[in-house]
């Protein structure tokens, strides 16, 4: 396994949020997490880079193992070299341009001369059909080119794995598109990850797996034909049927 998690914990407030999460991914693998807002989704992923620090549980991360509750500066310095996270809103330096928001993780997190930075930015951008916005600040931007900008931060780092939290939730639905399908054409590269969306159709294309989350706790997982088409738990069966019916 390229990564595993057991026995997260996590509370806010004296709430519990996650509550004893089990979890693993092998390399290359790309699993999907569906679930009601609020279910811990979000946190989970948040958990995994130390955006939030666990109370309890631990990680097996690419033969790391990690304390969740009790990370030393190097865990989180080694986890953060060895992961990307694409954000729900983006989260670019306003005050960078486009090819800047790129390059900025390879110049201080991998240490890369600028120049050699630069170059691996402006290939990235003309991948994306995006270098004539290449001196373009986030403002300048519509939220689907700000979000591909942000999946192109998080690739040209090379990571051993990447997490997506509801990476279109933010956009507008003409703008979805183009996001789902920079994403599809990383799912074609073996990319390892773990993406959080409601976007269930985009979900049962390229999902490995699919793990269904409700109330801080992992429900059901199963291939996509499976969970989707024959869900085991009654709870992931009437989540379904909702969003059928919504739509």
Request: charged share 20%; glycine share 8%; no cysteine.
């Amino acid at each position: 396994m390229l990564l595993t998690v057991k026995d997260l914990h996590k509370s806010f407030n004296g709430r519990e949020i996650l509550k004893g999460i089990d979890f693993e991914i092998q390399k290359g693998e790309i699993v999907v997490m569906i679930g009601p807002s609020g279910s811990g989704k979000t946190t989970f992923l948040r958990n995994l880079n130390f955006l939030e620090h666990a109370d309890q549980g631990s990680m097996d991360f690419a033969d790391h193992h990690i304390d969740l509750a009790k990370p030393d500066k190097k865990d989180v310095q080694w986890v953060r070299r060895h992961s990307a996270m694409v954000f729900q809103n983006y989260n670019l330096f306003k005050n960078k341009t486009a090819l800047q928001n790129i390059a900025e993780g390879l110049i201080y997190a991998q240490g890369m001369a600028k120049g050699q930075a630069n170059e691996i930015a402006n290939q990235a951008l003309d991948n994306l059909g995006l270098s004539k916005q290449a001196q373009l600040y986030p403002a300048q931007l519509s939220g689907g080119q700000q979000q591909r900008i942000g999946i192109a931060r998080a690739t040209v780092l090379n990571p051993e794995i990447i997490l997506f939290d509801e990476p279109t939730s933010a956009l507008d639905p003409e703008l979805v598109g183009s996001v789902l399908g920079d994403m599809r054409r990383l799912t074609e590269s073996g990319q390892t990850m773990i993406i959080v969306t409601h976007q269930l159709g985009f979900a049962r294309q390229v999902a490995d797996r699919i793990v269904f989350f409700d109330e801080g706790k992992i429900v059901e997982t199963g291939a996509p034909e499976e969970l989707f088409d024959h869900p085991q738990n009654k709870r992931t069966a009437q989540f379904l049927s909702a969003l059928n019916d919504a739509s």
